[in-house]
C-alpha cells in the first residue's frame, strides 16, 4: 500500500510540474515577451540596473541579475517604451520596442560610466527572434490597415507561406464567407482558430470559424503554419488573434470603406461577341457566361474607443463593426449578407503582481439567399441568423521573474439557423427531375454549439 500511495504522490507531482510548465505557454496564444542584457562599454555584464517597460498598460520595473539580465514576460503586443538606469552610469531609452504575438524580442544595452546624458536608441527591435521554433506569419496593426487586401482573416491568410486557399476575395466579392485552405502537411480540418487566447474552433464544422470578426479590432493576427504551441490540439494552421486594449492615452477611430458595382470591370461574355460556330470552337456555339459573386455593393462602417478608467490600474476598450455586403450570383439570384460585431475588452493591473482581463466579442451573420444557384432559385434559398458570443476571464499572478500562473474561463455561444424565404409553413421542397431544379421551401435547420473552456 505504501509503494502505491508513493506512486500516486509521484505521478500527480509530475503532473502539476508539466502543467505549471505548460501554462506560460498558453499565455503565448496571445502575450509576447521581451528579454535583454545590460553590459558597460567594455562588454561586462551589469547586475543592479533598473529597467523600466511602460507603454501598454501599468508600468514594470525590473533589476538586472547578476548576469546582467533583465526578462518580461506575458506582454500584450504593441510599441513599448523602456529605460535603463544605473547610478554612476548614463540612462539609455528605447522609445520603441515591438512586442510581438508568440514572439521573443531580445535587446542588448551597452551604457557608459560617468556619463550623465540620456541616450535614446531609435533603432528599431530586432526582427530575428533566437527562442522562435515554430513557422508562419505575424502581422500587427499597421500591416492589417495598409496591406491592399479584402478585410476579413481569411484574406490575410492567403498571404502566408505554404497556405493554399480555394478563393480569392477581390474587394469584398468573397465576404461573409469562410475560405477552405490547406497547410504545408495538413487538411483543413486540422485548422484552429483562437482570439485572445480562447479556442473558438467550431466544433459542428472542424476547422472553421464559428463567427466573423470587426477587422478593425485587431491589434495583431498570428498564423503558424508549423511547430505550434503544445496547447494546440492539432498540427495544422492555426489562426491566432489578438484584440487591441485600452492604454494610458485615449485614442478612438473610424472608418467606412465602399465598393460598388460600378467601380468593378466587366467579366461577362455574351455569346454574339464571340462568333458563330465553326471548326475554330469544334461546331459549339459559346452560350453567354457571367461570373458569380457579383458586387453590386460592399459597405464596411465602424468605430472603436479606449483608454484609461484609472490610469495605471484600470483601462477600456471597445468597439463596433458592420459590413453590408450584396452580391449576385452566377444565376442573377441576390445574394445579401449583413455582418454585426461588437465587443470590449477591461484590463485591470489589481497589484503589482496580479492583472486581470474580461474580454467579449458579439458577432452575428445575417444573410439572406444562403445557397442561391442555378439549381436553387430565389424562393428556395434560405435567410441564416446566427449571433455568436465570446467572453473569457482570466487571471495572471507573478511570483517572481521565473514563475508566473494564469487561470482562464471562456465561453463560446456558437450556433445558427437556416429559416426558408417562404417562412415555416410553406410547402415542402421539390425536385423536377427534369430540369434538375428545385421548387418551394427547404427544410427548417436550427443548430447550437456552445463550448466552454477552462485552463
Known sequence: MQARHTRWVFAAAVAAAALLLALPAAAQLQTGNLYGVVADDQGSPLPGVTVTLTGQGAPAVQVTNAQGQFR???????????RAELEGFNTVEYPNVVIRVGGNTNIEVSVSAAVEDVITVTAESPLLDERKISTGANINA???QKVPSARDPWAVLQTVPGVQMDRINVGGNEGGQQSQYVGPGSPGD???WAVDGVLITDMGAIGSSPTYYNFDAFEEMQATTGGSDATMS?????LNMVTKRGTNEWRASGRFIKADESWQSDSDVDASDLGEAGPWNNNRAQADFKQGNRIVSVEDFGADVGGPIIRDRLWLWVNYGKQDIQLLTIADVADDTELDT???KLNAQVTSNNSGVFFYNYGDKIKTGRNASPTRPQETTWNQTGP???WKLEDTHIFSSDFYLTGLISFVGGGFQLTPQGGLDGPIPTLVLT?????DNFIHHETERPQ???K
Not at 234 to 238: A, M, W
Not at 435 to 439: E, F, P
Open 452 to 454: 466552454e473552456q477552462a
Open 142 to 144: 499597421t500591416e492589417l
Open 234 to 238: 492539432t498540427g495544422g494552421v492555426v
Open 342 to 344: 461588437y465587443g470590449g
Open 72 to 82: 518580461f514576460l506575458g506582454l500584450s503586443p504593441g510599441s513599448y517604451a523602456l
Open 388 to 390: 455568436t458570443d465570446i
Open 190 to 192: 486540422q485548422s484552429q
Open 435 to 439: 430540369t434538375g431544379i428545385w421548387q
